[in-house]
């Protein structure tokens, strides 16, 4: 970590937690990526879930979208 780090994380403002953990996950290295997975694994879960759905959309989701 860095001061740069530590103040470019003040800047995140009312960023959703889940989303900074997202976040992470999607830049981490293969060492870091295996805690975070290891930490959250529902969180994991979902954003490869959401990573290989279309737009993201899973699929209750998308029959909400057309009204089903």
Do not use: C
């Amino acid at each position: 970590m860095s001061l740069y780090d530590y103040k470019r994380s003040m800047t995140l403002g009312d960023v959703p937690f889940y989303a900074l953990i997202m976040a992470a996950m999607r830049r981490a290295d293969t060492q870091n990526l295996a805690k975070l997975k290891d930490a959250w694994p529902l969180v994991w879960q979902e954003l490869d879930q959401r990573y290989h759905a279309p737009g993201g959309y899973l699929p209750r989701e998308m029959e909400i979208i057309r009204g089903e």
